[in-house]
């Protein structure tokens, strides 16, 4: 049975609600480099997943449960609409919330996008699950450094590499295993009724989701535009700060006109 407690978050400026979600391994702290604009003219929402970061795993953990605690976390705030923002799993998220609930979200904005992992990738999960709990985090946090960010991003951006590094290694092992876990057992959601206006942005340089995996998501939403970054890999909002603050604030300023 899911729980549907509401995720704990942290609230930014104010205005028009804005919640963004992060993926697998990072924290609301992905964000930071764009919440200072989009803070001036919209309340900004920065949830932290259940398992990752300062929040505590607390029973099961699955899609269902995460897209649960968002729901639960909009209702008390009293929020019945919002712009949604996901990163990665916080994407996938993002798209089942929709699927749900396409009522309460105004538009979607897909970060490093994909609709859900091919089968070898679910298998992966299982094992990197398996390998956080047996041998902790720096391995992983190693791996994820290498294989998810560009090569102009590891050589000239020393500080994104060393973040994002100390982002997975502080995960809870155990959080995050559950968190890979509910992420292998995950199908596409059903985008059918989802007509608000979307924006799915992948790096050019992104092994977890390339291009195609984003070009499927915008094929599957009624009314999406694709952006792909050049030399960006999986960490799109950190690799290209000033690139996605602009897309969204941009995009933001359409839905607005619409």
Same mark, same amino acid.
């Given at each position: 049975?899911?729980?549907?407690? =509401? ?7 104010s ?23 989009l803070?001036?003219?919209h309340t #900004?929402?920065?949830?932290? /997943?259940?398992g ?26 009293? /929020?019945?609409?919002?712009?949604? #923002? ?54 992983? =946090?190693?791996?994820?450094v ?54 799915v ?5 992104d ?21 792909? /970054? ?13 690139? #996605? ?14």
């Open positions: 049975m899911t729980k549907a407690t =509401a995720a704990m978050a942290e609230v930014t400026g205005g028009e609600p804005l919640m963004l979600v992060h993926g697998l391994g990072g924290t609301g702290n992905v964000w930071m480099p764009q919440v200072p604009v803070a001036r003219t #900004v929402i920065r949830p932290e /997943l259940a990752s970061g300062r929040a505590r795993l607390d029973g099961a953990l699955s899609t269902e449960s995460l897209v649960d605690s968002l729901v639960a976390l909009m209702d008390a705030m009293e /929020l019945e609409r919002l712009h949604l #923002v996901g990163h990665s799993y916080g994407s996938i998220l993002a798209q089942h919330l929709a699927s749900r609930h396409p009522e309460r979200v105004a538009s979607l904005m897909l970060f490093g996008a994909f609709r859900g992992p091919p089968e070898p990738a679910r298998k992966a999960l299982r094992d990197r699950a398996a390998a956080a709990r047996g041998g902790g985090m720096i391995d992983i =946090a190693d791996a994820t290498q294989m998810g960010l560009s090569a102009e991003t590891k050589t000239a951006r020393p500080e994104v590499a060393a973040f994002v590094r100390e982002l997975v290694m502080r995960q809870d092992p155990d959080g995050y295993a559950a968190t890979c876990e509910a992420i292998a057992q995950t199908d596409p959601a059903d985008l059918a009724g989802v007509s608000c206006p979307a924006l942005v992948n790096g050019d340089e092994n977890t989701s390339p291009p195609a995996a984003g070009l499927a998501v915008a094929e599957a939403l009624e009314d999406a535009v694709l952006e792909i /970054l050049g030399r960006c890999g999986h960490w799109t909002p950190l690799e290209r700060p000033q690139e #996605v603050a602009t897309l969204m604030v941009n995009f933001l300023i359409e839905c607005s006109h619409a």
